[in-house]
């Protein structure tokens, strides 16, 4: 099965970007009540709580980096991925396979 990408985003509201590692786990949690995307996925780390979101928009996915929008019906309700690159504008995350729905 294909890799599949994600952009974190929106760290800087939270905790920032420095604790995050090449390797750590997060848990990706879908969001439908979010007054401002239907389809937001919120990203949280243990013992921190909520630290951002998947990006959703052209304007904060990076590279080939899939979107929220994207990802959304791939996933159940919850989901995991590993951090693969820290940079300044966003993280770049693998969506662990386990996470992903089987195609019928």
Same mark, same amino acid.
């Given at each position: 099965?294909?890799?599949?990408?994600?952009?974190l985003t929106?760290?800087?509201?939270?905790?920032?970007?420095?604790?995050?590692?090449?390797?750590?786990?997060?848990?990706?949690?879908?969001?439908?009540?979010?007054?401002?995307?239907?389809? /937001?996925?919120? #990203?949280?780390?243990?013992?921190? *709580?909520?630290?951002?979101? #998947? /990006?959703?928009?052209?304007?904060? #996915?990076?590279?080939?980096?899939?979107?929220?929008?994207?990802?959304?019906?791939?996933? *159940?309700?919850? /989901?995991? /991925?590993? #951090?693969?690159?820290?940079?300044?504008?966003?993280?770049?995350?693998?969506?662990?396979?386990?996470?992903?729905?089987?195609?019928?």
């Amino acid at each position: 099965m294909k890799k599949v990408f994600i952009t974190l985003t929106g760290t800087k509201h939270y905790y920032g970007n420095d604790f995050l590692k090449k390797d750590m786990k997060i848990r990706l949690e879908k969001e439908p009540e979010n007054e401002y995307d239907k389809e /937001a996925i919120k #990203v949280t780390c243990e013992g921190l *709580g909520k630290i951002g979101y #998947v /990006a959703n928009s052209s304007h904060t #996915v990076i590279g080939e980096s899939i979107s929220a929008g994207r990802l959304y019906d791939k996933i *159940g309700d919850i /989901a995991y /991925a590993k #951090v693969i690159l820290v940079t300044s504008s966003g993280t770049i995350c693998k969506i662990c396979q386990k996470s992903l729905k089987k195609k019928k």
